[in-house]
């Protein structure tokens, strides 16, 4: 037996993998090493670009890929602001780790002959563009690079495997499907026989990611990766066209023409986030459109991600918070919700806005004892519209929070403050609108105590009522939710004097009963005086980051119990909750159309092109 045991050992040392030695003692071996990685240039063209680099630079640097095995190749000119600069301050710093840089500064002139202003895409523009994305290219097979990245230098691939996961898809031009604010995205469906853009059926079903994975397209742009292993991407270029080119002179639509010449197929890949981008300005828009535009960007990358931080390489100069008109700014958040609150206190932060965090009354944690003590009283014969339940604790809560504020309002004797919440996200350009219609409203001198800046509107069966001479300003008909709003001194007073404690409901039904625009009779009746004049932008400066039924969405209002009643759970909001859905579309009928418009709201539509 002893003697089967050592032969078996003897076998096993020789036949196991990955053993250090074989039958004989100069027969070593050791396992085999891995592969390298692919070898990848990754091209930046950049232009007046200083305010997007911190971060995009950022999000190179921190590729989830072996910066010994990247080639970096950097162009830029024509710029009006401080891009030479930041590149070359950023380059000098991080060339050692690279495997090649190669750059390309050009300090003069600002302009192109045949542009109208910075943002305008005139001929010479994309020849140029067009020339330096070939440079690009022809430096990559000249290095012989495995693969080659185009990214625009305000493109977040905020996806640290986002190559490694696009070489995985074995494709010769792919294109990570890129977030934006509207729907717009880095990808065509469909393409005109003159080379424009097509809308088809196919666009918005991936664009939303009801269908998920990788898929043949037309075109792909802004970002994209070339597998120059593939024999086809010989042919691929950006410059000159294709002798039987004869469509517009566009270095994206020259390129796909390219691809489709080569028998290339371009595919998008969508099988989850990869990154985030702005949606591009028009030949009008300004520089520092654009700025707010990526703030933006920025912004909505915080909804559902931790914030993203600047190159290590670079120094951002700090932010500069104010109140802006206010006399003070409230976020309500209830003090376990530390997420929320750090997301909101950056966000405000971001926009060089600065608050005062109100903590928010824990509801749940109220007794029968502690509602006594407080005077508070139910409002007879209330039952929520869709439940027919009573009041939640959570309710109870939310209304003394604001109800706090009401009365410090008050007491401090604020002209005009800001209240928010701490569970929305922001629109494009909020700040300056926000002061614009703050400004409107000042100058034509408007008597007004409440101005919503995000609501669910409830009546959708007519229009609502828009202000004469100022821009998106609405008369407030039957709203829900109170996201944020302006509220006036004398608006806060009306609303303590109505004594609402003794006769409570929920705050966001309260409100439209102190406007005299709640559709239960009953209800307004408890109130004798319903005079408060109230307001809405129109579109709405602010929206709830989640949605009933969306990944992360928590409501501490609905979620709850009956305020009486302890044993009695209201977790409805997790079924049928009609009440916190996203608004259901507006007729056109009842569409506010009638306003007047300012021309930021040109740049605000959530078109796909």
Known sequence: MHRVTSLLSAVLLVLLPGLSRGYFPEERWSPESPLLAPRVLIALVCRNSEHSLPLFLGTIERLNYPKDRIALWVATDHNLDNTTAILRDWLVQVQNDYHYVEWRPQEDPSGFEDEAGPKHWANLRYEHVMKLRQAALDTAREVWADFFLVADCDNLLTNRDVLWKLMRENKTIIAPMLESRAAYSNYWCGMTSQGYYKRTAAYIPIRKHEREGCFAVPM?????????????????????????????????????????????????CNKETYGYFPVPARSHNTLQDEVESFLHTQLE??????????????????????????????????????SRRERMLRTLYEQELSCKVVAAVDGKALNTTDIESMGIQMLPGYKDPYHGRPLTKGELGC?????????????????????????????????????????????????????????????VDHPEKSVPNIHNLVEADYSYWTLGYMMSLQGAQKLLRAKPLTKMLPVDEFLPVMYNKHPVSEYMAHFEQRDLYAFSAEPLLVYPTHYTGDEGYISDTETSVVWDNEEVRTDWDRAKSRKTQEQEELSSEAQNSDVLQSELENWSTREEL
Do not use: C
Request: avoid cysteine.
């Open 220 to 268: 792909v742009h802004s970002s994209f990766l070339v597998d120059l292993r593939k024999e086809a991407s010989r042919q691929l270029a950006f410059y000159p066209p294709h002798p039987e080119y004869n469509w517009a002179l566009d270095d994206v639509i020259i390129f796909a023409y390219s691809a489709r010449m080569a028998d290339v197929q371009m595919y998008v």
């Open 399 to 459: 209304f003394l929070s604001h109800y706090n504020i009401w009365k410090e309002i008050v007491e401090r004797g604020l002209q005009i403050s800001l209240v928010i919440e701490d569970d929305l996200r922001f629109e494009v350009f909020f700040k300056r609108r926000l002061q614009t219609l703050l400004h409107e409203v000042t100058i034509h001198k408007l008597d007004w105590d409440l101005i919503y800046i995000g609501r669910k509107r409830m009546q």
């Open 301 to 338: 990358v915080m909804v559902k991600n931790p914030p993203l931080e600047p190159s290590s390489f670079l120094s951002v100069p700090p932010k500069q918070p104010t109140k802006m008109s206010f006399d003070e700014i409230f976020m309500i958040n209830l003090v376990h919700r530390v």
